[in-house]
């Protein structure tokens, strides 16, 4: 268990609809990462947040969005969606925001879209 | 911009064999690289890292990685293959200059026959 939740462990939504993700940091841990896993992307960096503000941004859509709250949790929204967004979505979190930092992953969200 | 290349997608060894899994990567500064393990519906679980301390890097699990900035490489090795290992492995670089941003390679999966 590395400390890190993911909610919900399963969405099963149709095309078109909006989605939200939540992860809970690790306690302690300032920054979340959030990433998505398919099978013909392979594990793809979505989007950073660090202590609320955003710190980097990787191929994330702009149908997707995400923000950190000030209890640190994060939530990842994904909007207009199509088949090709059926994923794995992964949450990490980290203490800083340093490149030598473990970052701790969560347990994902699967997302099929219908 | 940086990348890893996992060399075989798949890696069947014998029970009590060496495993080796081969990592190349490719950056314009000196990175910072990580090995990591995917177990089936689980989330990615950190094996060891390396930031520019010890070349020969120590993991859990009785994983350890050389760091050969000649051969651009970064090779995980296990002297004996246990069935519990069975699982996918993820090679990630991530530049040293303070950018978080983890570059996955396409992953190997490793099986381990009886």
């Known amino acids: 268990d590395s400390g890190v939740t993911q909610t919900p462990k399963h969405l099963i939504t149709a095309t078109g609809q909006r989605v939200t993700l939540r992860c809970s940091p690790r306690?302690?841990?300032?920054?979340v990462y959030w990433y998505q896993q398919s099978l013909d992307q392979g594990l793809q960096f979505l989007i950073q947040?660090?202590?609320?503000?955003?710190?980097a941004k990787g191929n994330i859509l702009e149908r997707f969005s995400a923000q950190q709250f000030p209890d640190l949790h994060s939530e990842l929204n994904l909007s207009s969606l199509e088949l090709g967004d059926s994923a794995l979505y992964f949450c990490?979190?980290?203490?800083?925001?340093?490149?030598?930092?473990?970052?701790?992953f969560g347990p994902g969200t699967r997302l099929t879209v219908l | 911009a940086q990348s890893v290349t996992q060399l075989g997608s798949h890696v069947s060894v014998s029970e009590g064999a060496l495993v080796l899994l081969r990592c190349n990567y490719s950056s314009s500064v000196p990175p910072y690289l990580f090995w990591y393990v995917q177990y089936p519906n689980q989330g990615l679980q950190l094996l060891l890292k390396y930031t520019s301390a010890a070349t020969l890097v120590k993991g859990i699990n009785g994983f350890e990685a050389e760091f050969k900035k000649s051969e651009t490489s970064f090779h995980l090795t296990k002297p004996s293959a246990h069935m519990s290992d069975a699982a996918e492995y993820f090679c990630?670089?991530?530049?040293?200059?303070?950018?978080?941003?983890?570059?996955f390679g396409t992953g190997t999966r490793l099986t381990i026959i009886p």
């Open positions: 947040y660090y202590n609320g503000e955003e710190r």
């Open positions: 990630a670089v991530s530049p040293s200059g303070g950018n978080e941003k983890l570059t």
């Open positions: 306690s302690g841990d300032l920054s």
């Open positions: 990490a979190s980290s203490q800083d925001w340093t490149s030598s930092d473990t970052q701790y």
